[in-house]
């Protein structure tokens, strides 16, 4: 039934969140911005930086954005130490999902240099066929990356499907009439998911194939009969 899924990475495929909120509040103390609530914070998860930073500090100037920008992604990077690991079965998964003919790509609010390292670091860079960075498009909920990554596969948006844990990526999906699933455990509340219409929901990562394979097996039925 589909033939391309896109994935969301933070919050979706790896736990990054506690690493993202502590880098953001330690890099807006250190430059002298009003102290950030985590809830906030993880409210921007999945957003270009620029805009995430925008939306937590908006009467901030240019200059004084890049500053954020640069000291946060050297706490993101370098300081900051608390863990980032991926979900339970995200790489068994991914791997028997590529090896049963699935095309996989990332669509990712992170820069290229922050996906390329996490890549490298998850050992994951040659499951994925192409992947998209918000430094290079349009950021979410613009559709444009995925829009993008559709142009250079040749497929059209019911060919895929967009996996994601926020709402910016639900809406993604949603506004190019292409099929999307709302991941529980990450960012945001199912109730904000909810309201995009994805298929299915899931609650572990490996529900992912689970669910695919039930859609398989309808297909094949139907087909038959």
């Known amino acids: 039934m589909f033939k391309l899924l896109i994935f969301d ?7 990054s969140q506690a690493r993202i909120i502590a880098s953001m509040q ?25 805009e995430a930073i925008r939306a937590l500090i908006p009467e901030i100037e240019a200059a004084a954005l890049e500053q954020m920008r640069e000291r946060y992604a050297h706490h993101f990077l370098v300081q900051n130490e608390t863990p980032t690991e991926l ?41 994925f066929e192409l992947t998209r960075c918000a ?13 993008e990554i ?18 910016y990526d639900l809406e993604m999906g949603y506004r ?4 999307t699933v709302a991941v529980s ?9 909810r309201q995009h219409k994805p298929r299915t929901e899931i609650h572990q990562f490996p529900e992912l194939e689970n669910w695919l394979d039930n859609l398989t097996d309808e297909l094949h039925q139907r087909t038959v009969s």
């Not at 142009?151 to 709402?167: F, H, V």
């Open 9 to 15: 990475w933070d919050g979706t495929l790896i736990d």
């Open 26 to 50: 330690a890099a807006a103390d250190e430059l002298g911005h009003q102290p950030l609530c985590s809830e906030a914070v993880r409210n921007i998860i999945g957003l270009g930086l620029p």
């Open 87 to 127: 979900y339970p079965g995200v790489t068994d998964t991914l791997s028997r999902l590529r090896d049963r003919g699935y095309r996989l790509a990332v669509a990712t609010g992170k820069s290229r240099r922050g996906l390329d390292r996490a890549l490298n670091d998850t050992g994951l860079t040659e499951l």
């Open 135 to 147: 430094d290079e498009t349009k950021s979410k909920p613009d559709p444009c990356m995925l829009i």
């Open 150 to 167: 559709l142009e250079e596969t040749g497929l059209a948006a019911g060919d895929a499907l967009m996996i994601g844990d926020t709402e």
């Open 176 to 179: 190019i009439g292409m099929p």
């Open 185 to 193: 455990y990450g960012a945001h509340h199912l109730d904000r998911l």
